[in-house]
């Protein structure tokens, strides 16, 4: 009776140990979302999203998404939506760093011009013909497009499509003359609203 009960106390324990040792593995993994950015995409929740401290180009902070489903037939993205005002009727050039690792399906960098009442953009760009894919180093991209005069809504970021992991940093937005060429398509079409794009380099 006395082995039983020391063997019953040992299970207990170890049971505890191992609850315990998971809750820390899960919360080492978790990624708080950087101020001002949302999760987004038709999977968003295969996919854990956020701040991922010290893994910058520069050893301070870099945004990352990385998928938590073995198998994920759609994808995430981690997104800010602005006012276009500043850029009205201008040529605006995103630019930024990604890194990835293993992904299995395909990543970019995204920019999307919008229009209020209608379904589609004026204008998008997500890489798609460009696809960042499988294991790769920091590597600049940059996205071109024209934000027209109709413009309501600037809505950006990245996304990831299956599986693996990218890291995203030091997005910056320009405005360019009418000489760079300009990517992806055009007259093609609920969350926070800001008045212009913030925290690009995720230290918030």
Known sequence: MGITLLKYVSMKRSTIKNLLLLVTASALLSFDLPTGWFKAGNKPNSYEMGIDKGSGQD??????????????????????????????????????????????????????????????????????????????????????????????????????????????????????GENVPTTGVHNGKGSTMQSEPSNLDFEK
Do not use: C, H
Not at 81 to 108: C, I, L, Y
Not at 117 to 145: A, C, F, H
């Open 59 to 176: 050893g301070k902070n870099a945004a990352t998404i990385k998928s938590i489903d073995e198998k994920i037939d759609g994808f995430g993205t981690l997104m800010q939506q602005s006012k276009p005002d500043k850029f009205m009727s201008k040529r605006v050039r995103m630019r930024g760093f990604v890194k990835s690792e293993k992904v299995t399906g395909w990543a970019g960098l995204w920019l999307r011009i919008d229009q209020t009442g209608s379904q589609k953009p004026l204008s998008i760009d997500n890489m798609r013909e460009r696809p960042i894919k499988g294991t790769t180093p920091w590597t600049k991209y940059e996205i071109v497009l024209d934000v027209s005069e109709n413009a309501s809504v600037l809505a950006y970021g990245a996304l990831l499509d299956g599986t693996g992991q990218i890291w995203f940093d030091n997005i910056a937005f320009e405005i360019v």
